[in-house]
């Protein structure tokens, strides 16, 4: 198990930045996947970005080129640069991690942290 917990989401203005952080309650370095969803009133929960324990790392098209996803398995954290917002990135973003285990994977979710960008 893990618990997730996200901070610094906030209300900005478009083109400028923040950086999501997500703490995580054990080490993250055996940890196959974290990554970072987001979710708007009534729509599906999307991914944004997500890294492999290796470094590897995926994003959406709608983020590709401003967002990047880091991980420091020192502090057991993982990280959202969020670069050039847009108004549609307002969203809630969650932390996620996704563990594979010989009995069944399984996802564990932070509470989300709104990020509001104004045009």
């Known amino acids: 198990q893990v618990q997730l917990v996200e901070s610094g989401g906030g209300l900005v203005q478009a083109g400028t930045s923040l950086r999501l952080s997500c703490a995580a309650s054990?080490?993250?370095?055996?940890?196959?996947?974290m990554g970072w969803y987001r979710q708007a009133p009534g729509k599906q929960r999307e991914l944004v970005a997500r890294?492999?324990?290796?470094?590897?790392?995926n994003y959406a098209d709608s983020v590709k080129g401003r967002f990047t996803i880091s991980r420091d398995n020192a502090k057991n954290t993982v990280y959202l640069q969020m670069n050039s917002l847009k108004p549609e990135d307002t969203d809630v973003y969650y932390c996620n991690a996704w563990i594979a285990t010989i009995g069944g994977s399984y996802d564990y979710w932070g509470q989300g942290t709104p990020v509001t960008v104004s045009s």
């Open positions: 054990r080490s993250i370095s055996t940890i196959n996947y």
């Open positions: 890294i492999t324990g290796g470094g590897s790392t």
